[in-house]
């Protein structure tokens, strides 16, 4: 009986990851498809809200996951397609700087994690841009645009994981 018991929430503990990771892809997929154009012809989105989010509350590869597919599905949805293989390359990386150990969803290591997120996928998309119009130089002189969505996507992170942290999310979802 107690061998029952245990399989079956271990089979809900699953589930709940599983259609967490979902909801996160879709979160980052529409978050990320509605964005506002930036003067270089990419544009500002705050989807990386919710792959920090997801980065701090499920296991990581489920996280990298709904990072991947959530990102990959709007650039193919939004007709950036072209950007999609860079986008599922890059977008799991930014979950590896966070920690999901900590009780609170705010704390001095996702913090600093979210910075470094926003600088690291800003550099990489930098190098995915030079390698695919072929000139480096000019992927990495529009720097100062480029910057303007890790730090909305930030800033966004902050506010949501303090409300997250006050209403004790990760109780919740435990």
Aim: hydrophobic share 55%; net charge positive; charged share 10%.
């Amino acid at each position: 009986m107690e061998s029952t018991r245990k399989q079956k929430n271990n089979i809900s503990s699953k589930t709940r990851v599983l259609v967490s990771s979902a909801l996160f892809a879709a979160l980052v997929c529409i978050t990320t498809a509605f964005h506002i154009p930036v003067g270089n012809g990419g544009y500002a989105h705050i989807g990386d809200t919710f792959i920090y989010l997801a980065a701090v509350l499920l296991p990581k590869p489920y996280a990298a996951l709904a990072a991947a597919v959530g990102a990959g599905m709007a650039d193919v949805l939004t007709g950036a397609a072209n950007w999609a293989f860079a986008t599922i390359i890059i977008k799991p990386i930014l979950v590896l700087f966070f920690t999901n150990k900590s009780d609170k969803i705010i704390n001095v290591r996702n913090v600093f994690a979210a910075i470094i997120a926003g600088i690291v996928g800003t550099v990489l998309y930098m190098v995915a841009e030079g390698l695919m119009f072929g000139n480096m130089a000019v992927a990495f002189a529009i720097t100062a645009v480029g910057m303007i969505q890790p730090i909305g996507s930030f800033i966004v992170f902050i506010v949501l994981g303090l409300v997250f942290d006050k209403i004790k999310i990760k109780e919740i979802i435990k």
